[in-house]
């Protein structure tokens, strides 16, 4: 006989907190952390980058899909992704909890360790944040970042001539999602679990911005939606190789027939519109080498008549650019 799983509403909030606080990364920039009123960071640029993202239950995630443990790594993540896109280094995380009396508390202890295995490889801290009660779990992360004395990389730098790339995957995170939903979980265990917990290359962000990146922000509502973001930030065209996402559509080509024939009207819409994957999308000057880790998807041109926006080998895409909170 299975025990019943001890629950939120059966613990103490501080004897919950006892349990969270040190499953929690540290870092040596945290000079005072969880359990004051509030944390204190050094912060030796004298910047700092800061953004939040929140994740609301069967909005973006599903717990009959994810565990705690997931929820926690791409909540980091999501938001990790923010800091290191503007070439910042994540320093610290605030994270709010809110969620049912009847969550089990080993799901809270997985998200805790979820948020740790994601922060710990870029060296940030979870350094506060608060919990509450409520109908269901909703995530709220506030993180801070070091720019460690670079200059912030901004959506809006991209100039004619430069090369866009891209540090990451296409559609993996949607194809998983896709499959999720379908009940076809079997069909490609890691797709599944690049929607479920996403691990993009994450250290791209400040190596990018170290190698002269112009331009640069993470694919988190798919790429042609944030590509026009760089192209209306910047006043210019970004034009993308459909050749270059040939090997984003082979690897999903399987999934895409698993779920509709061919799959091929679906496999590019998760190559093109699908988000979550978070790689890094950077322009760089033509004649500077790509960094590591980057490979080409096109170049950068001058706006014309029809003004800045994204291309896909010089015409405008037919299909939905990506996520849209209020309309997905």
């Given at each position: 006989?299975?025990?019943?799983?001890?629950?939120?509403?059966?613990?103490?909030?501080?004897?919950?907190?006892?349990r969270?606080?040190?499953?929690?990364p540290?870092?040596?920039s945290t000079?005072?952390?969880?359990?004051?009123?509030?944390?204190v960071?050094?912060?030796?640029?004298?910047?700092?980058?800061?953004?939040?993202?929140?994740?609301?239950?069967?909005?973006h995630?599903?717990?009959r899909?994810?565990?705690?443990?997931?929820?926690g790594?791409?909540?980091?993540?999501?938001?990790?992704?923010?800091?290191?896109?503007?070439?910042a280094?994540?320093?610290?995380?605030?994270?709010?909890?809110?969620?049912?009396?009847?969550?089990?508390?080993?799901?809270?202890?997985?998200?805790a360790r979820?948020?740790?295995?994601?922060?710990?490889?870029?060296?940030?801290?979870?350094?506060?944040?608060?919990?509450?009660?409520?109908?269901q779990?909703?995530?709220?992360v506030t993180v801070?970042?070091?720019?460690?004395?670079?200059?912030?990389?901004?959506?809006?730098?991209?100039?004619?001539?430069?090369?866009?790339?891209?540090?990451?995957?296409?559609?993996?995170?949607?194809?998983?999602?896709?499959l999720?939903?379908?009940?076809?979980?079997?069909?490609?265990?890691?797709?599944?679990?690049?929607?479920?917990?996403?691990?993009?290359?994450?250290?791209?962000?400040?190596?990018?911005?170290?190698?002269?990146?112009?331009?640069?922000?993470?694919?988190?509502?798919?790429?042609?939606?944030?590509?026009?973001?760089?192209a209306?930030?910047?006043?210019?065209?970004v034009?993308?190789?459909?050749?270059?996402?040939?090997?984003?559509?082979?690897?999903?080509?399987?999934?895409?027939?698993?779920?509709?024939?061919?799959?091929?009207?679906?496999?590019?819409?998760?190559?093109?519109?699908?988000g979550?994957?978070?790689?890094?999308?950077?322009?760089?000057p033509?004649?500077?080498?790509?960094?590591?880790?980057?490979?080409?998807?096109?170049?950068?041109?001058?706006?014309?008549?029809?003004?800045?926006?994204?291309?896909?080998?010089?015409?405008?895409?037919?299909?939905?650019?990506?996520?849209?909170?209020?309309?997905?």
């Amino acid at each position: 006989m299975s025990e019943t799983p001890l629950l939120v509403r059966d613990v103490p909030e501080e004897a919950l907190l006892a349990r969270i606080f040190p499953l929690l990364p540290t870092a040596p920039s945290t000079l005072v952390g969880p359990g004051d009123d509030c944390a204190v960071i050094a912060a030796p640029d004298g910047r700092y980058v800061v953004s939040t993202d929140v994740l609301v239950e069967d909005r973006h995630f599903r717990r009959r899909w994810s565990t705690g443990y997931d929820v926690g790594r791409r909540a980091a993540v999501q938001n990790l992704a923010d800091v290191v896109s503007m070439g910042a280094r994540p320093a610290a995380l605030v994270v709010s909890l809110v969620m049912p009396g009847d969550l089990p508390v080993d799901w809270v202890t997985g998200f805790a360790r979820g948020l740790a295995d994601a922060c710990t490889p870029l060296g940030a801290a979870v350094v506060g944040g608060d919990l509450s009660g409520g109908d269901q779990v909703v995530v709220a992360v506030t993180v801070h970042g070091d720019l460690e004395g670079r200059e912030p990389v901004l959506r809006g730098g991209a100039r004619a001539g430069d090369v866009v790339a891209l540090a990451g995957t296409l559609g993996r995170s949607a194809a998983g999602l896709a499959l999720l939903d379908a009940g076809r979980a079997d069909v490609d265990d890691a797709l599944v679990a690049a929607y479920l917990r996403p691990d993009p290359p994450l250290a791209a962000g400040p190596v990018a911005a170290d190698a002269g990146a112009t331009a640069m922000m993470d694919v988190s509502d798919g790429l042609l939606r944030d590509a026009g973001r760089v192209a209306r930030a910047s006043g210019v065209v970004v034009d993308l190789d459909p050749a270059a996402l040939d090997a984003d559509r082979a690897r999903l080509r399987d999934a895409g027939a698993a779920l509709a024939g061919d799959g091929t009207e679906l496999v590019d819409g998760w190559v093109l519109s699908g988000g979550e994957d978070h790689g890094v999308l950077a322009t760089f000057p033509a004649a500077a080498p790509l960094p590591a880790g980057f490979r080409p998807l096109g170049t950068v041109r001058p706006a014309g008549d029809d003004g800045p926006g994204v291309r896909l080998d010089g015409a405008v895409p037919r299909r939905s650019s990506g996520w849209d909170h209020f309309r997905a």
